[in-house]
Nanobody, 117 residues
């Protein structure tokens, strides 16, 4: 399993970012996929999950209405569009194979998102 996240960075409150996750080493279309984030000193929070076909999604209450998960099975790529970003969204964002509570070894290396004025 190889997952490579990109698109993180520093943005002002209210700004937007789009994260991408390039997947390889497994049949991407067969798996639910997730975005997980972890802020310093805190445990992981499952931000969003998307089912194999892309029609069914889950969002944590903390991001509902602001973040949108999507996938392109032809490109083996997972996305997270983040809008109306808040300082509390600052974290390392990971792409994970599977749904909620996917084991750590199925995550990528992460991309840092920092929301600050």
């Amino acid at each position: 399993v190889q997952l490579v996240e990109s698109g993180g960075g520093m943005v002002q409150p209210g700004g937007s970012l789009r994260l991408s996750c390039a997947a390889s080493g497994f049949t991407f279309s067969y798996y639910d996929m997730s975005w997980v984030r972890q802020a310093p000193g805190k445990g992981p929070e499952w931000v969003s999950v998307i089912r194999t076909g892309g029609a069914s999604t889950y969002y944590a209450d903390s991001v509902k209405g602001r973040f949108t998960i999507s996938r392109d099975n032809a490109k083996n790529t997972l996305y997270l569009q983040m809008t109306q970003l808040k300082p509390e969204d600052t974290a390392l964002y990971y792409c994970a194979r599977g749904g909620i509570a996917s084991p750590r070894h199925t995550w990528g290396q992460g991309t840092q998102v920092t929301v600050s004025s």
